[in-house]
Each structure stands twice: as structure tokens, then as C-alpha cells.
């Protein structure tokens, strides 16, 4: 896989592999086959957080789990580590506090057995703390060395923005990342989002981010598994017209629809209007994670990408 930049020097496979259900519902032995499959195939850009998977477990699983495998492996220095901090895990741990970050970061250190993540994540905005003081918190940690550059997830675009003003005016490392959902699909604007922030990317986040060359890490961005299947796409996506568009084209160049999302959003750079996409994506299952990631290396012509923008 072509190496692309993303920021302070680092080079990621052009998709992510995701580790959110490694160790709680996605087993150790399938979570292994899909990690060595994705660094075989010369992926290299892993995403956990300090969170996952509290739901189904602790919160500690994933990060625990990628840092055996790490070891084992001692693949440590081929891997681009991004984790993240400030969301809640069983009532405690939500926040962007100097001492929440502090904690957090060595929490995840240890669990990964590492001396430093390359990327670090706000995981979600804190309005009761200061931008200031987060920023403060990030940008000590790069000086420290235990973070290489910085990311924001599910932020609102203008609380972003305001985060890199306060950094760039007080000479802190901004954000250089931006993580939030992403799909071929578009959200249906007659269902509230469950969750205020971690709405859909909208077409003015897009061209945000293309205008300030911030790549955009885009989770959740194959649907639960709705572009194979009906029966999993999530009630807040429209199917309809552009999903049977998608399936036709996924189904005369021989790919998975997945593997089609996935290369639509490799390559939407191309397009005017949109930043460079990263597509996030995992499975319990290494032949799905196979035949998605198939995507990257797909060729799509200028007019294919067209008829995909407007279909
Ligand atoms: N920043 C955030 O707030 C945030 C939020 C959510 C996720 N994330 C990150 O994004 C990563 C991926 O997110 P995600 O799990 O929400 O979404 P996703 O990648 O859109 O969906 C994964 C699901 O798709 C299914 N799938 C994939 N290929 C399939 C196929 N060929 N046939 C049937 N099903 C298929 C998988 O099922 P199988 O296991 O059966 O293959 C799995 O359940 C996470 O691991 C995490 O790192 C970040």
C-alpha cells in the first residue's frame, strides 16, 4: 500500500484499521489474524481509545490487546498508534480537564506498552473546560515526547476551528486531524442523531478540511455492514437509489460494495470540494476485513468517481 502523509512526518496506509471491539466481542484469535493480515497487506495506522470497549467490557481490552500483540509481534516501530481520551467509561474518565489528559495519556502508555502514541485524540469536545487548558494539557504531552501530533473527534467544525485559533495564538500544537462518521451514504435529516456529536460529516465539515488540509480519519464509515447487508444498515442512513448504484458499479468491477465505499473514499481527494478521506474500518472477520480493504487499491477513473458523487 502507497504510503500517504498525515501529519509531523507520519505516513499511513490510506486506511485505518479500527481495534474498538478487540478483546471484547471480537476475540483475541480473530483480532490477531486481522491486525497480521492488515500489516501484511502494509497497513500500519491502528486506532484505539482508553474507552473501548467499556460497553461490552472494561475499557481497558482493546488498548490492553494491541499492546500483547505489539510485543509479540515487535512491530512497535512500523505502527502508526493513534489512541484517544475524554470519553466516559462506566461514569468516570469524561473530559478534557489538564489532570483528566495527564492521567489518561499514562493510562494508555502503560496498557500499550509503549513510550509514546503517534496520534492522539480528543475523543470528543468538553465545553465545561477551557480550550485553553486542554490545548495546554495536548501540547505538553508532545513536548514530553509522549505524543507525536494531535487529532479531534466528533468536535463540532467551529469548536475545531476555535481549538486550533487558541493553539496557533499561543503557539501550542494544534489539532492536524480530524476524526468523525463518514460514508457513500447520506444521513437522513429526518432522524435525530442519538448523539449530537458524532453526526455524520456534513459537506461544509468537507470542504473545512479541505481548505485548512486536514485529513479526515472517517469512522463508522462501512455502515455496520450495510453496504452487503439490508439487515445492518443503521435506521439514520438513506439506502435507496445510491446504495443500488453503488452495489451495480461494486458488481461489474468484481469488489464487495464495501470494498467500492472504500475506494470512493480513497479518492475523493481527487474531487473539488473534499479534504483527504481515511477510511476507519474493522471487522470479527478476516476475510470481510480482506475483501474490504481490497477498496485501497482499486482503480477508479474520473468519470466513475463521478457518477458515484451524483448518484
Ligand atoms: N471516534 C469515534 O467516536 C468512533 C466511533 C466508532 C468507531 N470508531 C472507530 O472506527 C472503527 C470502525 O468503526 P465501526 O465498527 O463503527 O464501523 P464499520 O467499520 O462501519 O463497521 C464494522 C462492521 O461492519 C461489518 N462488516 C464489514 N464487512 C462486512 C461484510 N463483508 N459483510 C458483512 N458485514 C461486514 C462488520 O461485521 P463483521 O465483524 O461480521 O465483519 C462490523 O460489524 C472502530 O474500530 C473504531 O476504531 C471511532
Redesign the pocket.
Known amino acids: 500500500m502507497k504510503k500517504i502523509q498525515l501529519s509531523n512526518g507520519l505516513c499511513v496506509a490510506p486506511a485505518a484499521l ?4 478487540f478483546g471484547t466481542t ?1 476475540s483475541k484469535e480473530d483480532a490477531y489474524r486481522v491486525l497480521d493480515a492488515y500489516m501484511d497487506m502494509g497497513g500500519n495506522f491502528i ?2 481509545s482508553n474507552n473501548y470497549a467499556h460497553w461490552a467490557g472494561t475499557g481497558d481490552e482493546s488498548e490492553l490487546l494491541l499492546g500483547e500483540w505489539l510485543r509479540e509481534r515487535r512491530c512497535r516501530d512500523r505502527v502508526v498508534l493513534a489512541t ?1 481520551v475524554g470519553f466516559d467509561r462506566h461514569g468516570r474518565g469524561a473530559g478534557l480537564k489538564k489532570e483528566q489528559i495527564e492521567y489518561w495519556i499514562d493510562e494508555s502508555l502503560r496498557k500499550l506498552g509503549t513510550d509514546h502514541v503517534d496520534l492522539y485524540y480528543a ?1 470528543t469536545d468538553d465545553m465545561s473546560t477551557p480550550i485553553e487548558e486542554t490545548m495546554e494539557a495536548f501540547h505538553a504531552l508532545v513536548k514530553k515526547g509522549k505524543v507525536r501530533c494531535l487529532g479531534g ?2 468536535y463540532d467544525t467551529w469548536r475545531f476551528a476555535e481549538a486550533n485559533t487558541v493553539a496557533n495564538m499561543k503557539e501550542l500544537t494544534p489539532y492536524t486531524v480530524m ?1 468523525q ?1 463518514f460514508t457513500y451514504l447520506y444521513p437522513r435529516s429526518d432522524v435525530a442523531p442519538k448523539y449530537t456529536f ?1 453526526e455524520t460529516a456534513s459537506r461544509e465539515r468537507l470542504r473545512f478540511l479541505r481548505d485548512k488540509s486536514i485529513p479526515l480519519v472517517a ?7 450495510g453496504y ?2 439490508d439487515e ?1 444498515l443503521p435506521a439514520d442512513l438513506i439506502g435507496g437509489e445510491r446504495l443500488a448504484f453503488l452495489r451495480e458499479m461494486a458488481r461489474e468491477k468484481g469488489v ?1 460494495p ?1 470494498a467500492l465505499a472504500v475506494a470512493w473514499m480513497v479518492n475523493l481527494y481527487r474531487c473539488e470540494g473534499f479534504p483527504r478521506v481515511i477510511p ?6 478476516v476475510e ?2 480482506l ?2 480493504l481490497r477498496g485501497v487499491e482499486l482503480e477508479l477513473t474520473d468519470a466513475e468517481l463521478e457518477l458515484l458523487n451524483r448518484a
Do not use: I, P, V, W
Request: aromatic letters at 8%; charged letters at 25%; proline letters at 0%.
Open positions: 479500527g481495534a474498538m471491539n471480537t486506532d484505539t484517544k475523543h473527534s466528533n476524526q462518521k458524532n469512522y463508522s464509515c462501512l455502515a455496520k455492514g452487503e447487508k445492518r464487495n464495501s476507519l474500518f474493522s471487522s470479527s472477520r470481510h476485513f475483501d474490504n
